[in-house]
């Protein structure tokens, strides 16, 4: 079942939660609606859903406008947050009960129920939790049943709103995964909201990138992590160090540092360039390139990997670098040490809207 999302529009008031959304979903994908809290992403699956009508636009599924379709013809399955489980049912009969409210007609009998049900409970493997109650689960098993209680009523589409968020990190990793082989055997379109850019790009095939109600970004996880559209895109995915300098004949200038900056403009009086923290080397002699003087205030040993903050010596801020723990050790490096930094990536963007991508250095 493909979606596609033409021209929404959505206000509360004063206050535009949508502005002019388009976006095709194709059948059989898996989408993250990505961004912080407030930029729109579950109003537009509750557009979706049709809990929620747009003030303008359509919603087509498959080429039918369900835009003003009733919830409960558009065979969507949605599963919450918090679970939204029957306390006073059993796992059993909260699968179950999806297919029992239905009309006579379309109900099918109680032997069909039970071995619907049942193949699903071992589709989530939770087969042998059936005659428990929602308060006997764990907070990943209340969320297994709550997706087999959505599959119940074989959805068209499958809306999961933050469906992880209150679970702990452990276990919020484990269900993305499992999320992800249940979707590739089932192949529902499925579109998910999460504010978790971690989430997004291990489980969906697209991302789409919402901030203040509008799409910044979609593409799949390695284009928008690898080729962020815009500023907001860089930073919302992963931490991110800033300079501030200027382009001038293809070169990033920042202080007396200068770095070959292919694509670029010949002059850009203004820019801000970006670098994740694991595309900075650490260098005790800057060995006849270009490199930005510093010193170590701050060593954190984060797992795997190791943080090393750094004061730069021109007065121009804070810079963190990532490494492996081998990089580090290998190092051997100290608080209090005076270093230089290599930037290995830059990205830049015009520092006067914020908006035009210049070019990257790699």
């Known amino acids: 079942m493909s979606i596609t999302i033409r021209n929404i529009q959505k206000s509360f008031g004063q206050f535009k939660a949508l502005k002019n959304i388009n976006l095709e979903i194709g059948a059989g994908e898996l989408v993250a609606l990505l961004g912080p809290s407030g930029c729109g992403k579950t109003t537009l699956l509750r557009i979706i859903a049709g809990l929620e009508t747009p ?47 239905r009309p006579k007609e379309t109900r099918p009998s109680d032997a069909e129920i039970r071995r619907k049900v049942h193949d699903l409970l071992n589709l989530v493997q939770l087969d042998w939790l059936a005659d428990r109650y929602p308060a006997q689960l764990s907070g990943g098993q209340r969320q297994r049943i709550a997706l087999a209680r959505a599959l119940a ?14 679970l702990d990190a452990k276990v919020r990793k484990e269900l993305r995964r499992w999320l992800r082989r249940l979707h590739d055997e089932l192949h529902i379109t499925s579109v998910f909201v999460t504010h978790d850019q971690e989430e997004a790009l291990e489980v969906a095939d697209r991302v789409v ?20 559209a815009t500023p907001f895109v860089y930073q919302f ?5 800033l300079f501030h300098g200027r382009v ?12 070959e900056l292919p694509g670029s403009p010949e002059r850009r009086d203004s820019a801000v ?23 170590i205030i701050d060593i954190r040993a984060l797992g795997a990997t190791v943080r090393v903050e750094l004061e730069r010596q021109d007065d121009h801020g804070i810079v ?41 250095a790699a």
Request: glycine share 8%.
């Open 55 to 101: 003030d303008t636009g359509v919603i087509l599924f498959h080429g039918e406008n369900t835009t003003h379709m009733h919830v409960r013809d558009r065979h969507v399955g949605f599963v919450f947050q918090h679970y939204a489980l029957f306390r006073h049912m059993t796992v059993f009969e909260n699968i179950a009960f999806g297919l029992r409210v």
């Open 273 to 295: 360039f970006y670098a994740r923290p694991h595309e900075i080397d650490i260098l005790r002699e800057p060995d006849g390139q270009a490199a930005i003087a510093a010193q």
């Open 248 to 259: 001038h004949e293809g070169q990033a200038r920042i202080g007396d540092v200068q770095l």
């Open 237 to 241: 995915l992963g931490d991110v160090n």
């Open 209 to 228: 990138v919402l901030n203040e109600g509008q799409i910044e970004q979609i593409g799949t996880p390695d284009e928008v992590y690898d080729h962020p």
């Open 320 to 360: 963190e670098v990532e490494m492996s723990r081998d990089q580090f050790n290998s190092k051997d490096l100290d608080r209090g040490e005076s270093v230089y930094l290599q930037p290995k990536r830059l990205r830049v963007f015009a520092e006067r809207n914020g908006e035009e991508n210049l070019g990257s």
């Open 153 to 166: 009523v074989e959805p068209k589409v499958l809306l999961l709103d933050e469906p992880f968020g209150a």
